[in-house]
């Protein structure tokens, strides 16, 4: 094994970085989820080289996205829900999903400090990520870390979103299950966000249900239930069911997880569990081909030497936008 001292005085090898996350070496994962996160053009070979090596031993993990609106306590309820798992023997990823600073562009880290239990357990592991801007805090690498934490023996993948924006779809591209979690009480001016992605979810769960509250989130779950049956269903052959639970006293928690469990088997018996993941997998690549085309574009040294006055004369209109994008994409042929 490596000592934790030798990873940080040096650049890993690819064969470092892929022996390190099968063994399950905690500092090296970390430091081939950063590589792969990298945006430096260095390190970018040398990551896909790592994620190649590490494909056969991905794939096995239940992949769960979990949404919701800001106070819906996202990060309470995947605290309580990873104790559960925990408590079953699984080993259990976070991939939470912060908004970045204004300042600094680096992960606020909110998440990790208010999931005090779990980032404790050496069978957890939290990774909060800068968002960097990106469509509702969704970062571009989240595939690659899912896939190396996978590699790295995890049985569960957890990704939570902010919550906010249109992350949601991002988000739902990625996942098996895909649960909405909300709040009784909150409003409709609070909780509109649920009417974009309610028909992309496989379960509501309505969190906060203990005290003088539960009445409340059960008379919102009657509601739910009733209301369901006019939309489409996110998963072919099966309807999202609605759900309570507290994630503060735990109540509900375990029920949500079976649900889960059930989902999977069914889907993986009628085949569309393995045609969501190669839908996915096709999606991703088309996702990166864009990606990279618009990263070439704009590295292109004619593209940057004619793209300020072309700029300048769409900021004056004197130049038709249209006009304006067909000579810069004629600069990369030229």
Known sequence: MISSGSIRRRDLSVEEHVKGVL????????????????????????????????????????????????????STFIESLG???????KKVAVLAIDPSSKISKGSILGDKTRMESLSRDERCFIRPSPSGGTLGGVTQKSRETILICEAAGFDVILVETVGVGQSETAVRSMV??????????????????????????????INKADGDNKSRALSMRSEFERAIHYLLPATEGRRAGVYTCSSLTGEGVPEIWTEIETFIAQVTE??????????????????????????????????RQALPDIE???????LPVVKAVNELLNKISS
Do not use: C, Y
């Open 23 to 74: 063994d399950g070496n905690r500092v090296i994962l970390a430091q081939t989820i950063t590589l792969v996160e990298s945006s430096s053009n260095k390190h970018r070979d040398k990551a896909q080289e790592v994620l190649r090596q590490l494909l056969p031993w991905t794939g096995e993990s239940v992949r769960v996205g979990i949404t919701g609106v800001p106070g819906a306590g996202k």
């Open 83 to 89: 104790g559960h798992l925990l408590e079953q023997d």
């Open 312 to 318: 300048k004369a769409v900021s004056k209109g004197t």
């Open 270 to 303: 009628t085949g569309v569990f393995q045609k969501r993941r190669k839908e996915q997998s096709l999606a991703w690549m088309h996702s990166m081909i864009k990606e990279r085309l618009v990263t070439r574009f704009f590295e292109n040294s004619h593209v």
């Open 176 to 205: 098996d299950f895909f649960l909405l979690l909300m709040i009784s009480g909150a409003g409709d001016e609070l909780q509109g966000i649920k009417r974009g992605i309610m028909e992309s979810a496989d379960a509501l769960l």
